[in-house]
């Protein structure tokens, strides 16, 4: 944990920590949380400033190298995404220009992955597990964004180090995913970084191939019983949402919506990131 700015005087982070996670389990607004957490203001100026510096991501990093290092993390990859309903308090955030406040240009993302679909304004969170539950990378997009278009982006987030020297690892030997992911650029994208995709056919995509006759090719391996696996990211996702701060969205930047759990990494990309 980073060291304290006032010279070992400020509020024991283990205090800040359970008054952060108080918020986000009940979604409460941060003037009602419970004094024994001390003053709101602290909790809040530290989860906006541990985002900024990153101290969240360093968090999760810390953890998936010492998962790694004791061969716990298993490179079969989970990937989905789930939408989160925004509450009308995440709109309106202050765009940076000249002579914002610092934090304002720290914490800025362009359209704060906000986005508009029948139910009004939503966030959708990808995100990617390893076979056992263990969060690897999230990525944040506006709540119309399609599935199949953020996987490469995604899965070029993944690093996790090792303690001592070498190189990180950055590719899983296979990534589970459903119909939305299946596409044949994908399996292209995949086979050539030589990472194994297991996905079920479209079956638009399976009738096109099917009418090609000989020039539609062979349908693509599918291994359902590794298949199977994929319902670990789907648990994942249950087991966050039981906070009621990522369910819904109320934090108006996305950074401080997904990043002030310190079981994810926050990523960001905009609704026109395109691999």
């Not at 004094?35 to 991501?57: C, I």
């Not at 996790?160 to 296979?174: E, L, M, Q, S, T």
């Not at 995709?197 to 479209?202: G, H, M, T």
């Not at 401080?256 to 926050?266: A, K, M």
């Amino acid at each position: 944990m980073p060291s304290s700015a006032r010279g070992g005087q400020g509020r024991d982070h283990r205090q800040v920590i359970d008054g952060i996670l108080w918020q986000l389990r009940t979604g409460a607004p941060w003037r009602d949380v419970p004094k024994r957490y001390g003053p709101w203001k602290t909790l809040h100026e530290r989860l906006r400033r541990w985002t900024a510096d990153g101290t969240w991501d360093r968090i999760l990093a810390r953890v998936q190298t010492t998962q790694a290092d004791a061969g716990r993390i298993e490179w079969v990859f989970s990937i989905d995404s789930t939408v989160v309903r925004a509450h009308q308090h995440a709109a309106g955030a202050r765009h940076p220009a000249g002579g914002s406040a610092a934090w304002v240009e720290d914490l800025a993302l362009p359209g704060e992955a906000l986005g508009r679909s029948r139910g009004g304004l939503s966030t959708k969170i990808h995100l990617a597990t390893d076979a056992r539950g263990l969060p690897m990378v999230v990525l944040l997009t506006p709540g119309q964004a399609g599935d199949n278009p953020q996987l490469l982006i995604l899965l070029d987030q993944v690093r996790v180090n090792a303690f001592g020297p070498g190189r990180p690892r950055k590719r899983p030997d296979c990534v589970l995913a459903d119909r939305a992911y299946s596409s044949p650029s994908t399996r292209h994208a995949l086979r050539a970084r030589g990472i194994r995709f297991v996905s079920p056919e479209k079956k638009d995509h399976a009738a096109h191939r099917r009418r090609r006759g000989s020039r539609g090719g062979r349908p693509p391996a599918f291994d359902a019983e590794v298949y199977k696996g994929r319902n670990v990211v789907e648990r994942c996702f249950n087991r966050l949402k039981q906070f009621r701060g990522l369910a819904t969205r109320y934090a108006k930047r996305a950074a401080g919506h997904w990043s002030s759990s310190p079981r994810s990494r926050c990523g960001c990309a905009d609704s026109q990131d395109r691999p």
